[in-house]
């Protein structure tokens, strides 16, 4: 199952040649697409498969500065403004909703890793600060369980997934991008050491700089290219509910579950506390960067071996521009849902509001999550590939900083004044980690 995504027209062909060729249309790649076509920017998005067909239409929604790390703090915050005035910009709904976001703790141990993230982002002067139990049944009136306390943003909310990425694609065409979908870009050619065209499954596109925002794949698409991006996969399933009376608009993360309010009156729900990693090669490969990352989080981690397993090793690690390409062989990843993790969301939620044990499930899906070692996306240039820039590896967060993130790319490819400092986002600093290898 997968989310209904509003339609786009796309284009049917592919231009024989661009300024800037993006590889990917998620939310990351259509963002840097409109903030090109607002410059008069020719560029071309070329997507395997459907426009946010994966994390951008399956992810929660949530638009969130509360307990992001400091380095991703201004990123988020210029990506709210930019969320602000996203309907305006696109002349389209996106949902977007300023309706507060609260992380509730049950232990002392949970309560003091919020207030340990307050601290460290002081210097921001966000509107974030500390719940009590009594504010948290205020704010969130009929809930069961005792909570040690919470944190809570105010100016924090969410947009709709399903409509956003649409509206950013139908803004970005209407302003002169082309967008094509079911068109794999297998590879990339040189010329005299710099990017010189892509090798698409339609034909070669030649232009002057290439972005991949290729979230999940990108990690394939490099490998093959010589170049190794640290990334592992992990899946999350959702659940969205039928419209109901709910306890709040307010986005709500709880050690065990989530909910936030759908536009058509429904919730959106998720087992917060836990994540299946299902082993892959890359696991063996490159797991041992992410050991800090699995010690804090090894109650939230499932590792499982499954079909997932062979499933990558079936996709070919190298080829070239003449063959098909695993992005063909997989138009859009469409992971299993987790009918356990369904379950114990469901349940953990209810015992905490139980007007939630009346919900009933219109739809469930689940998505992958490329995370990387430090959970900071790469948005860089690639320095021994002249012309390649990167906007991948959000971490699981990107939905939120994506119009940002779109925007900052669309910088660094044309050289612009940068939107935010892009220094957290190199490259170069995951190859410095402890425990790296190429891989
Ligand atoms: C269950 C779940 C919940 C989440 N919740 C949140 C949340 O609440 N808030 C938040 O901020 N983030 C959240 N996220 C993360 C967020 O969805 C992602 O960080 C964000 O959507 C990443 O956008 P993207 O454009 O990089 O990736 P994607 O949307 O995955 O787009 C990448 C696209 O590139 C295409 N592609 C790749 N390689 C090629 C190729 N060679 N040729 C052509 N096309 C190619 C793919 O088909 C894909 O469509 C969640 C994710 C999931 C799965």
Not at 109 to 122: G, I, P
Not at 284 to 304: D, Q
């Amino acid at each position: 199952m997968a989310p209904v995504i509003k339609p786009v027209q796309t284009s049917a062909d592919i231009p024989q040649q661009t300024t800037v060729a993006i590889i990917g249309g998620g939310i990351v790649g259509l963002s840097a697409s409109l903030a090109l076509a607002e410059r008069g920017i020719p560029n071309v998005v070329l997507e395997k498969g459907r426009i946010a067909a994966e994390q951008s239409s399956r992810n929660l929604g949530w638009v969130r500065k509360t307990n992001r790390s400091a380095a991703d703090l201004p990123l988020s915050i210029a990506s709210e403004r930019l969320w602000q005035e996203m309907q305006q910009r696109t002349g389209a709904q996106v949902g977007y909703r300023q309706r507060g976001i609260m992380f509730l703790a049950r232990t002392e141990t949970e309560l003091e890793a919020s207030r340990l993230w307050l601290d460290s982002v002081k210097g921001f002067s966000l509107d974030s600060r500390m719940l009590t139990p009594t504010e948290i049944d205020l704010l969130v009136p009929g809930g069961r369980e005792k909570w040690a306390g919470g944190v809570y943003t105010a100016s924090d909310g969410y947009a709709e997934p399903t409509l956003a990425s649409s509206a950013i694609a139908a803004a970005a065409i209407a302003k002169g991008s082309l967008i094509v979908e079911n068109c794999a870009v297998r590879t990339l050619s040189l010329a005299a050491g710099r990017v010189a065209s892509l090798i698409t499954e339609r034909g070669e596109i030649r232009c002057q700089q290439v972005l991949l925002a290729g979230a999940m794949w990108s990690r394939r698409f490099l490998g093959n290219l010589g170049i190794s991006l640290p990334t592992l996969p992990v899946s999350a399933s959702v659940i969205r509910t039928a419209p109901m009376d709910g306890p709040t608009e307010i986005a709500v993360g709880a050690p065990d579950f989530s909910f936030r309010k759908h536009q058509d009156g429904g919730f959106i729900i998720t087992q917060r506390g836990a994540m299946l990693a299902p082993l892959t090669m890359d696991h063996l490969r490159i797991g041992l960067k992410y050991l800090p990352t699995l010690r804090a989080n090894r109650r939230n981690i499932r590792i499982s071996l499954g079909r997932e397993f062979l499933a990558d090793l079936s996709l070919a690690r190298s080829w070239t521009g003449e063959r098909i390409s695993p992005f063909e062989r997989m138009r859009i990843m469409d992971p299993v849902v987790n009918q356990k993790l369904i379950a114990e969301a469901m349940t953990n939620l209810a015992a905490a509001w139980p007007v939630f044990g009346n919900a009933a499930i219109r739809e469930t899906w689940a998505g992958s999550i490329d995370i990387t070692p430090d959970s900071l996306p790469v948005i860089s240039a690639v320095a021994n590939i002249p012309g390649l820039t990167l906007a991948t590896g959000f971490s699981g967060h990107g939905f939120g900083t994506g119009p940002g993130a779109g925007q900052l790319a669309a910088d660094l490819v044309t050289g612009g004044t940068p939107l935010v400092d892009p220094a957290p986002y190199r490259l170069e600093r995951l190859y410095s980690a402890p425990g790296h290898r190429a891989g």
